[in-house]
């Protein structure tokens, strides 16, 4: 977007203040205008000041209820999200264990000394 422009104005009187206030955010030569008071540097450090001590409030507010909600899910000892890691951990190691005991060579042999004949003892010959 081009930069439009930028006029002020200075009204004579409040009474031709008030008419121009109410032109405010209104179309004039088919261009929005916006049609407010200057401030002063001091009046602008009040607004700034004033919006960041908001700012702050709504800060605190919500670290307030989200502190509030914490405890009091781990009073119901309630942890959603643990379980549901533990859960899906546990289904893994038992996915990977399964797949292990597969792996696993079954023998009938007797001198077979594969790991899970490994405590028979050797029958000699």
Same mark, same amino acid.
Do not use: C
């Given at each position: 977007k081009q930069f439009r422009g930028v006029a002020f104005v200075d009204c004579a009187d409040?009474?031709?203040?008030?008419?121009?206030?109410?032109?405010?955010?209104?179309?004039?030569?088919d261009r929005?205008?916006?049609?407010?008071?200057?401030?002063?540097? *001091? /009046?602008?450090?009040?607004?700034?000041?004033?919006?960041?001590? %908001?700012v702050r409030q709504k800060?605190?507010?919500?670290? =307030?209820?989200?502190e509030a909600k914490e405890s009091e899910e781990k009073e119901k000892g309630d942890r959603p999200d643990k379980s549901k890691k533990r859960k899906g951990? *546990? /289904?893994?190691?038992?996915?990977?264990?399964?797949?292990?005991? %597969?792996k696993k060579?079954?023998?009938?042999?007797?001198? =077979?000394?594969?790991?899970h004949d490994s405590k028979k003892k050797k029958k000699p010959k």
């Open positions: 409040a009474a031709s203040f008030e008419i121009a206030k109410k032109m405010h955010k209104t179309t004039l030569m929005r205008i916006n049609v407010r008071p200057t401030r002063t540097k *001091d /009046e602008l450090a009040s607004i700034v000041k004033g919006t960041q001590e %908001k800060i605190r507010r919500y670290l =307030d209820e989200r951990r *546990d /289904e893994q190691v038992n996915k990977n264990n399964s797949q292990e005991d %597969k060579p079954i023998s009938n042999d007797e001198n =077979d000394t594969s790991e």
